[in-house]
Nanobody
Framework: QVQLVELGGGMVQPGGSLRLSCTAS????????AGWFRQAPGKEREAVSC????????YYTDSVKGRFTISRDNAKNTVYLQMNNLKPEDTAVYYC??????????????????WGQGTQVTVSS
């Protein structure tokens, strides 16, 4: 069983930045595509960004393009989501998921094999 741990959430003012990290203790993340999803109260989980295993594929949902950056550091076995210029509508629990897909990445949550427990991001003045 793969365990993922997300860190880096918190409360920031609009315009602020946070960097989320996702690490795995029992798997090498370099063998997986990775995705960040979020779920706001009363809303369905939505895809934010995903990163292919090794082919450079990256996707972002329209609302975060130009503000969020997904990346991975295989030496640290970590996937990151850098979030800049945060807005109140970014407030949600953010989840990291991994998918053993060899090529590309997907915005469908049912593609993902393992999930972390989530980290809360709150953007408020």
């Amino acid at each position: 069983q793969v365990q993922l741990v997300e860190l880096g959430g918190g409360m920031v003012q609009p315009g602020g930045s946070l960097r989320l990290s996702c690490t795995a203790s029992t798997a090498s993340l370099s063998n997986y595509a990775a995705g960040w999803f979020r779920q706001a109260p009363g809303k369905e989980r939505e895809a934010v960004s995903c990163l292919g295993r090794s082919d450079g594929t990256k996707y972002y949902t329209d609302s975060v393009k130009g503000r969020f950056t997904i990346s991975r550091d295989n030496a640290k076995n970590t996937v990151y989501l850098q979030m800049n210029n945060l807005k109140p509508e970014d407030t949600a629990v953010y989840y990291c998921g991994i998918d053993d897909e060899e090529f590309g990445c997907f915005f469908r949550s049912d593609e993902y094999d393992y999930w972390g427990q989530g980290t809360q991001v709150t953007v408020s003045s």
